[in-house]
């Protein structure tokens, strides 16, 4: 992580556009996480075959690269310029004069308390947890299945983690850095590497805790919200990792939920299809 933002950093003082200056080292964070994965499993049947990295790869281009991108267009072109004309873009209330990564720090607390929120209503609210249960559906955890999300799931998430920023006018920078860490956090939350975060536990929310939020097991999974942070889990009694047992099944409680890309856009839409 510190590489990889340090990367960041440094080509922007070698003038690179932005977009690339994010881009580029999350590509290559994604890589080392992927090397990692091979060199040191944390699950050796965890390792994903063709047609994991099939459907993973599609999720990920299009839910989680163009998505997004159409979204902000949207949010660029029509909803931020209606804001502007009535007067509800907040000026002010954001401090652009703090140092940017002051600021991203600022935005990672914000967001991620918006999304704990959200994503604790997507396991208790059975209509958003038949959405969300697309991204619980993998039966083992690697890095690229961070991107299996239906799209109107990634969506609501947009409206939490990006949009109230936008409206705020928080700056590209800001929101590149952010976007940094969000990704190679994402990764390296769902990778199959066997490490040992220690103290980090309290703070990030890493492998260790999120390999219990994909158990089979309810009781286990209903646990460690957290989006990039740990935090608002223990403040709000969330927070589970034991010392004494690992966790063991991974995905719903039908074994048999489809996994294909384009059936898993119609499965929300069946009632009960998550429970089998």
């Known amino acids: 992580m510190i590489l990889v933002i340090g ?24 890589l080392t996480v992927n090397l990692l994965e091979r060199k040191f499993p944390h699950q050796p049947q965890w390792q994903p075959d063709r047609y994991d990295w099939g459907n993973d790869l599609v999720f990920m281009l299009l839910v989680q690269v163009l998505l997004p991108r159409f979204l902000s267009f949207f949010i660029a ?3 931020l310029a209606a804001l502007q004309q009535y007067g509800m873009v907040l000026e ?7 140092p940017i990564a002051v600021q991203a720090l600022l935005m990672l607390l914000a967001a991620d308390l918006l999304r704990y929120w959200l994503h604790r ?15 619980h559906s993998p039966k083992k955890l690697y890095w690229l299945n961070v991107g299996r999300f239906h799209p109107l799931d990634k969506s609501l998430q947009y409206l939490l983690d990006a949009l109230p920023f936008i409206v705020l006018g928080v700056s590209a920078e ?3 850095l952010y976007f940094v ?22 703070l990030i929310s890493g492998p260790e805790l999120h390999r219990w939020h994909h158990s089979k097991i309810i009781a286990e999974s209903n646990n460690n919200y957290g989006n990039n942070l740990i935090i608002w889990d223990i403040a709000f009694g969330t927070r589970f ?36």
């Open 7 to 30: 990367l960041h950093f440094q080509l922007l003082n070698l003038a690179w556009a932005i977009h690339w200056a994010a881009y580029v080292p999350v590509m290559l964070g994604a």
């Open 77 to 79: 072109v029509t909803l």
């Open 92 to 98: 002010g209330f954001w401090p652009h004069q703090w």
């Open 121 to 135: 209503a997507a396991h208790e609210w059975p209509p958003l947890w038949r959405l969300h249960a697309v991204h």
């Open 174 to 176: 800001v929101l590149a």
């Open 181 to 202: 860490f969000y990704a190679i956090n994402g990764f390296f939350q769902h990778c199959n590497i066997e490490l040992r975060l220690g103290a980090l536990n309290y």
């Open 241 to 276: 990792l034991p010392d004494d047992k690992q966790v063991e099944e991974l995905g719903l409680i039908n074994r048999s939920y489809p996994t294909s890309f384009w059936t898993q856009m119609k499965t929300p839409f069946i009632k009960g299809l998550d429970k089998g």
